[in-house]
């Protein structure tokens, strides 16, 4: 006796590289940070007060609390950095990347010079977003002296 089996609706899903309403499925929202108008683009949770660095999400991630959104000045601290050395997208090697926690804001992947140049933990930076969408730094903050 052989019984048939229903094709799951799951195993004609497209492939996870083109999720979202590229496929059919719904939005998904923008993962990349964004500088727009001199202020990185974020949200905050009304509940917790988390800050997240993309302003498109529908709930807070870590209590799923509803968000509003909000603008953070794009300086901060570098909490780690390193340097990259195979070539990534249209980076070439070698470059640098810092993740960077912004002023009362949301900790977020800023390309830095590569070593020798790398910045240092506890760095503080200024970053903007280049024509291909990424965050770059600009300079060491000058407000704080270095």
């Not at 089996?5 to 195993?11: A, G, H, Q, R």
């Not at 980076?91 to 590569?114: E, I, K, Q, T």
């Amino acid at each position: 006796m052989t019984t048939t089996v229903k094709k799951s609706e799951l195993t004609d899903r497209p492939n996870k590289r083109r999720a979202g309403a590229a496929a059919g499925g719904l939005p998904v929202a923008e993962s990349r940070p964004r500088v727009v108008d001199g202020l990185l683009r974020g949200a905050r949770c009304i509940r917790c007060q988390l800050a997240v660095s993309q302003p498109d999400i529908p709930w807070c991630p870590a209590c799923f609390g509803a968000i509003e959104p909000c603008g953070f000045r794009p300086v901060g601290t570098v909490w780690a950095a390193t340097t990259i050395r195979i070539p990534v997208g249209r980076w070439s090697a070698p470059f640098g990347l810092a993740y960077v926690d912004v002023d009362d804001g949301p900790r977020v992947l800023v390309h830095v010079p590569p070593a020798p140049n790398l910045p240092a933990a506890k760095t503080r930076i200024t970053f903007t977003m280049d024509d291909g969408g990424d965050l770059v730094a600009t300079e060491p903050d000058s407000e704080s002296g270095e």
